[in-house]
């Protein structure tokens, strides 16, 4: 991987600018309804992806972030590709969970309901999405920051 002309210093600024876009995409789509944004009644399909899209960036700036402080040519450590793996698979969970009725296994489909909306069930599951998410970038930069001593290489 090779560094930009500026050393690197556009790394950080991607980072936050993804980080700041997921934000801006999931306080939009919280507060559509203070904002006078919301099209339909309740917490809609367009607001869930809205706000799916920016946790998708928020979690890509972290990624972006925490890949920065690695050492060029440091290996990721096992524990590092677990939360790598980790934090896509919270992230999966919170899709699922959010469009759980568009998909066809959500709570709240069949004639009764009009139109797919984030119920207390598939909220339950975008918490626990997002808990994953958490706990896999936090192991994804703990498996970046361990570094092997001198000498403790394996042998083969």
Do not use: N
């Not at 995409?25 to 706000?51: H, I, Y």
């Not at 920016?54 to 925490?66: D, P, S």
């Amino acid at each position: 991987m090779s560094r930009s002309p500026d050393g690197g210093r556009s790394y950080p600024r991607l980072a936050l600018a993804l980080i700041a876009a997921g934000t801006f995409c999931v306080v939009v789509s919280a507060e559509a309804d203070a904002l006078g944004l919301d099209l339909t009644p309740g917490f809609g399909l367009l607001q869930t992806v809205g706000m799916l899209v920016g946790i998708t960036l928020f979690t890509a700036g972290g990624f972006r972030l925490l890949a920065r402080w690695r050492r060029r040519g440091q290996r990721i450590t096992l524990v590092g590709d677990i939360g790598a793996r980790m934090a896509l698979t919270g992230l999966l969970t919170c899709y699922v969970a959010g469009l759980a009725d568009v998909l066809g296994v959500g709570t709240h489909r069949g004639s009764e309901f009009e139109r797919p909306f984030l119920g207390p069930l598939q909220l339950g599951g975008f918490v626990v999405g997002l808990l994953v998410t958490g706990t896999g970038l936090l192991l994804y930069w703990v498996g970046i920051r361990q570094e092997r001593p001198k000498g403790d290489e394996p042998s083969g």
